[in-house]
């Protein structure tokens, strides 16, 4: 489960936005990725927890 909030300004000619995220959500664990032909018993690779982003930009247009 992921969640993804935005918001987005525009005040004349500039245009900002901001955004956060967050993924694995109820930091449940399961397999990233699957390696093939692996001789150690080792197939598979776990994902990473709960991790977020937050960030903000902008935009002005001539």
């Known amino acids: 489960v992921a969640l ?3 918001y987005v300004k ?3 000619r500039w245009e900002l936005n901001a955004f956060a995220r967050i993924d ?3 930091d449940k664990r ?3 990725s699957v390696i093939v032909n692996e ?3 080792r197939y598979f690779e776990p994902a990473p927890g709960r991790n977020w982003t937050v960030g903000m930009g902008g ?3 001539f």
């Open 39 to 41: 001789g150690n018993a």
């Open 59 to 61: 935009t002005y247009r």
């Open 10 to 12: 525009k005040w004349q």
């Open 4 to 6: 993804f909030a935005g």
């Open 30 to 32: 399961y397999v990233g």
């Open 24 to 26: 694995n959500l109820l």
